[in-house]
């Protein structure tokens, strides 16, 4: 599987915002589901955004909804995530995961798609 790398993290106050970006050089993303997940100290990394990228279509966990907009640029090889109105609990080490997918699959398992190694992941820091 490809080799992606997280960048953008870093620590604002809560109402901010930061934009994530995922990059995987010189290689095009056809057909694949493609997701953010966090994870805070002491928790179990949580889906919080995904998108398949045949179509665009994105699926998103309740506690980000109407916040954080997922979105990806195949010229670019880069998957964002852009982060609104931030709060103290959307602290946590962020990262990517893209697989080879359907839509069907990527509809309901955008939360369960694994790389077959995690990168080392952006952190973002919101104090309240």
């Known amino acids: 599987q490809v080799q992606l790398v997280e960048s953008g993290g870093g620590s604002v106050q809560a109402g901010g915002s930061l934009r994530l970006s995922c990059t995987a050089s010189g290689y095009t993303f056809n057909h694949h589901c493609m997701g953010w997940f966090r994870q805070a100290p002491g928790t179990e990394r949580e889906g919080v955004a995904g998108?398949?990228?045949?179509?665009?279509?994105?699926y998103y966990a309740d506690s980000v909804k109407g916040r954080f907009t997922i979105s990806q640029d195949n010229a670019k090889s880069t998957l964002y995530l852009q982060m609104n109105s931030l709060k103290a609990e959307d602290t946590a080490m962020y990262y990517c995961?893209?697989?080879?997918?359907?839509?069907?699959?990527?509809?309901?398992?955008?939360?369960?798609?694994?790389?077959?190694?995690w990168g080392q992941g952006t952190q973002v820091t919101v104090s309240s």
């Open positions: 995961a893209a697989v080879p997918s359907t839509l069907t699959y990527c509809s309901t398992q955008w939360r369960e798609i694994r790389p077959t190694q």
């Open positions: 998108i398949w990228s045949g179509d665009k279509t994105t």
